[in-house]
């Protein structure tokens, strides 16, 4: 099942990410088999399966639990670019 999330992106020396980190983070998501949604001020918005979450970010992430931790990446690159991985949980509709 899919799970989307919000990975934040570590700050420059100002309050937030220059635009080329997220590029690059996005870029580096997208290759490892994330959808990337959006791309925003401090973070990018991804889709992915739960398998990828703990393969490429090191956390456990499921669709339907809130979670916000460290991130753990196993690439070194991606490690120098992102601080955390943000999931709110899919809405349940009655």
Known sequence: MDVSA???VKPTDSEKPDRAKLEEAARLLKES?????????????VTGKQDDF???LGVQAAPYTAMATSAKPAQRELGDLIDKVEVAPKPQLY
């Open 54 to 56: 703990s393969r490429v």
């Open 33 to 45: 088999g994330f959808e990337v949604t959006r791309i925003g001020r401090y973070g990018v918005s």
């Open 6 to 8: 919000t990975i934040s």
